[in-house]
């Protein structure tokens, strides 16, 4: 089945540490984005990739990375100078083939740094 | 893009049709009225989206009013799996130079409780 894979479901990271969640899709999607979802809140946009080698800052892009070295594979890393970074962290995808594609979202990665 | 105001929470009886109203009075003529929800601690999951036509596919209907400033999905015979956050989105299009348009802005959406 095509889909959206993110890994693992839970994570768990001292402070001060750096961590990477992985997202692929295998929905030959150009566009990949990375949400972060608090308690009881919407999602808020960190990065999206239109293409492969390039990517652009969301809404609240401070103290994450990311890379998009291939089409299927864009990982999120969450720095030591994320100041809040114990979250619900969600990868999506569309075509970007046009303004009209719909985003398709993947389980998530629920992370907690203590 | 414009922002979406919806009710924080409803209730609806199994069977029976869920409404749910999202108002949009700054939408744009260039941005589309999304609609998605969430089942608590999985990722959204998408349900329609339109223009200005009223849409239907397999899981609902979107009625969006003539001028544009509000719409409501139809669920038309709701199950308990459908108790879910749901999620009134409008979303400019902004291509890049590559093709494609940025991401959605979600608000808090509308709690919507199906009850036995």
């Known amino acids: 089945d095509g889909g959206i894979t993110q890994s693992p479901k839970y994570l768990f990271r001292k402070e001060g540490q750096n961590v990477t969640l992985s997202c692929e899709q295998n929905?030959?999607?150009?566009?990949m984005y990375w949400y972060r979802q608090d308690p009881g809140q919407g999602l808020r946009l960190i990065y999206y990739s239109q293409i492969v080698n390039d990517f652009q800052k969301g809404d609240i892009a401070e103290g994450y990375s990311v890379s998009r070295e291939k089409k299927e594979s864009f990982p999120l890393t969450v720095t030591s100078a994320q100041k809040n970074p114990t979250a619900f962290y969600l990868c999506?995808?569309?075509?970007?083939?046009?303004?009209?594609?719909?985003?398709?979202f993947g389980n998530g990665t629920r992370l907690t740094v203590t | 893009d414009a922002k979406t105001t919806q009710p924080p929470s409803m209730d609806c009886a199994e069977g029976r049709a869920a409404n749910l109203p999202c108002n949009h009075s700054?939408?744009?003529?260039?941005?589309?009225v999304y609609w998605y929800r969430q089942i608590h601690s999985q990722g959204p999951q998408y349900i329609i989206h339109?223009?200005?036509n009223n849409e239907t596919n397999e899981m609902a209907s979107l009625i969006i009013t003539e001028d544009r400033k509000s719409s409501t999905l139809i669920l038309p015979h709701a199950t308990l799996r459908d108790t879910a956050v749901y999620y009134c989105?409008?979303?400019?299009?902004?291509?890049?130079?590559?093709?494609?348009?940025?991401?959605?802005?979600f608000g808090k959406g509308t709690h919507l409780i199906i009850q036995p």
């Open positions: 929905l030959n999607h150009d566009a």
């Open positions: 989105i409008v979303r400019v299009a902004v291509l890049y130079s590559g093709g494609g348009a940025d991401g959605l802005t």
């Open positions: 339109g223009l200005k």
């Open positions: 999506a995808s569309s075509t970007g083939k046009n303004y009209n594609s719909p985003l398709h």
């Open positions: 700054t939408i744009s003529g260039n941005e589309y």
